[in-house]
């Protein structure tokens, strides 16, 4: 069997819930639902269940202490064509480090992961036929959104997968415990 597997860490529940009320206006957008709300350490792509087996066993050697994040402003990927609208993470000195820690454990494994600036976000929604106008009108009106600080005590490894309208397309395959 494959699975399309990442990192992350959950939102809690109460912060979820503020995130999803700052959901409108936008046309176009594709909103996320609360329970499906994260923040992505790194994304892993499709495997088999031996790399699989091999990816938790090194994420599970991650040391990192707990820390603290705010969710802080809005942005949206895809410049000129917007395709995701984003709430930013302060960038805490840790949460760079497990996010590098994540990559580093599957590249022991032999995974490929892609090179890019890891951008600290939480996904809001995807975007289809979306004005940039609007889009930039969502950004200025919650530049200044910033949600109460958070402990993140852990990370879990997430599958994904295509699912119908409603269902959460994530499941949690592991759980590792910082500290």
Known sequence: MSLRLFAALPLPADIAEQLTGLQLGVPGADWRQTDTLHLTLCFFGEMGDESAEELDHELSRIRCKPFDLAIRGAGHFGREEPRALWMGIEAHPSLLLLSKACERAARRIGLK?????????VTLAYLNDTPLGRVHAFERQHALFRSPDWRADRFYLYSSWKGGRGDNPYRVEAEYPLG
Not at 113 to 121: A, F
């Open 113 to 121: 992961i892609e090179k890019r600036n890891y951008i600290p976000h």
